[in-house]
């Protein structure tokens, strides 16, 4: 088992700042309106619309907040998103994906662009990084949920490939079309996940000093706060001695 990223880590502890909860809220519910549009808009017919209800949940938004969501995409006047991904490297060659969901291709483009830039990135075709990432399933439980061989155990027998565990959590891998009989078996073994999703899974990492870490973090913070950028994956990682110089 490789180890889980120190930075996911150092992420998990912080938590999400209250600034950008709002912002957060908007990303997931757009997620859900997408995915009840492009398919059925009841959770129990439509996989990706269940796992997005599922982030919504882990994040703690209201349920009526989610139905408006899925309401949202029935109704004429709903924005048609396009989903896009942009690959490109930051400082020192460190691979990122960005994902979005936008309405403007080339308001997008522009910004994620700007921001690789002024990070002493660039932005490279599609296909550049994503060839050094697996695409994969990622169910995430908390440590009380049980120990890592009992984790791994309950993986195994639901069809899972990889586990990683450490005193935060467990972290279940599978291959990406196993991801919602994965979940569902698991969730009757160990009880409901903290989060189902598909992710860019990194083959390898590259351990940073301070200056790299704060640069890294600099872009990885402006993409993220973009309303248009719903996900970004990179390769490095941040050794416990620079994370607490931060």
Request: hydrophobic share 35%; proline share 2%.
């Amino acid at each position: 088992m490789s180890g889980h990223s120190k930075w996911s880590t150092i992420k998990h502890r912080k938590g999400k700042a209250d600034a950008l909860r709002s912002k957060s809220f908007s990303k997931l519910s757009k997620e859900i309106t997408v995915a009840a549009k492009m398919g059925m808009p009841d959770p129990d017919m439509n996989p990706r619309l269940r796992l997005a209800v599922k982030a919504a949940k882990a994040a703690s938004m209201s349920k009526d907040v989610i139905d408006r969501a899925i309401k949202k995409s029935q109704m004429g006047d709903a924005a048609d998103y396009t989903e896009m991904r942009y690959e490109g490297y930051g400082v020192n060659g460190i691979a990122i994906i960005v994902e979005a969901l936008t309405d403007n291709l080339n308001r997008t483009a522009s910004a994620v662009r700007s921001y690789f830039s002024k990070c002493g990135g660039n932005l490279g075709q599609t296909g550049s990084v994503s060839h050094s990432f697996d695409r994969v399933g990622e169910i995430s439980y908390p440590a009380s949920v049980g120990s890592a061989d009992d984790v791994m155990m309950a993986a195994l027998e639901a069809g899972a490939d990889d586990v990683e565990s450490d005193e935060e959590g467990h972290w279940i891998y599978c291959g990406m079309e196993d991801l919602s009989a994965v979940s569902d078996a698991l969730e009757k073994a160990l009880g409901e996940s903290t989060e189902s999703k598909l992710i860019w899974k990194p083959q390898s990492r590259t351990e940073v000093d301070l200056e790299t870490a704060q640069k890294l973090m600099r872009l990885v913070d402006m993409l993220e706060e973009d309303d248009d950028v719903q996900s970004v994956t990179h390769n490095f990682d941040i050794p416990e001695e620079v994370a607490a110089q931060l």
